[in-house]
């Protein structure tokens, strides 16, 4: 059984890593402002989907953090795990990094918003495989 608490570290990583891709939007999005997203239930879905995806890598890197040795190397995974990032939300149909930061940082002020994609990546977590 998943606890709540999994849930509210899923919705604390998707605010982390939003930042960590957010430098992406800045530089695709004209004069670094990111998209207005009209909000549907199908992004939200798609936002907990992307999420979920980026907690994953997120925790691959953690682990793998642990035993780089140098500034290099550590600067080649964080490359790495930007690019990995990229890549997992461009994957997910209906939602785009500019939107997934837009929603990321909306999510920050709109309680409703942040309830809606809390409940939606808490559905995917207990989602019978």
Known sequence: MIKRWQVVRAALI?????????????ETAPGGALPEVEI?????DAFA???LALSEINRAYEEQAADVGTEEQREQLMMAV???MLDAVERVEGISVDEYNAMA???Q????LNGAITEAIEARITMPQ
């Open 49 to 51: 989907e992307a999420t």
């Open 40 to 44: 549907t239930e199908e992004k939200i």
């Open 105 to 107: 940082v909306a999510a």
């Open 14 to 26: 998707a605010g982390f890593i939003s930042f960590g891709i957010a430098a992406h939007a800045q």
């Open 109 to 112: 002020s709109d309680v409703e």
């Open 82 to 84: 930007n690019v990995a």
